[in-house]
């Protein structure tokens, strides 16, 4: 009995230790163009409109683009509250109008194994426009 219950404590200790050394996945950003002026940077709870292509990481095809699939009209959508990729939340923070970014999105902050084959995706998003509180912390 003393041999099973100490097994088991050690099996959760070396799982947790474990878990620790696994870090988060993150997006990946790169600013493509930044604006001469900034007011105010984006934030959580914000109305943002946006124009993007999203690409597939594997073989680089285009899954969407809202230039060629919602009539060339950029879209409207609440940051932070994830109402689009996770990874999308993360990666648009902190953006100004008119500035445009590559994002890199792992599967976990995708749309995981429910994905097109639980891929990276590769976005091109451009800022057109955002209002809102934010944040109000």
Not at 30 to 40: A, D, S, T, Y
Request: hydrophobic content about 40%; charged content about 20%; proline content about 4%.
């Amino acid at each position: 009995m003393r041999l099973f219950l100490w097994n088991t404590v050690l099996t959760l200790f070396i799982t947790s230790l474990i878990g620790a050394l696994i870090p988060e996945p993150e997006v990946k950003i790169e600013v493509l163009q930044k604006p001469f002026i900034c007011h105010r940077k984006t934030k959580g709870g914000d109305l943002m409109l946006v124009h993007y292509e999203g690409y597939l990481e594997k073989d680089g095809s285009l899954f969407h683009s809202t230039h060629k699939h919602n009539n060339g009209q950029p879209i409207w959508f609440t940051l932070g509250i994830l109402e689009a990729l996770k990874g999308w939340d993360q990666g648009l923070k902190g953006m100004c109008v008119g500035e445009k970014r590559k994002l890199i999105i792992p599967p976990a902050l995708g749309y995981g194994k429910e994905g097109k084959g639980n891929s990276t995706y590769i976005l091109t998003i451009a800022l057109e426009l955002f209002s809102g509180l934010g944040d109000r912390s």
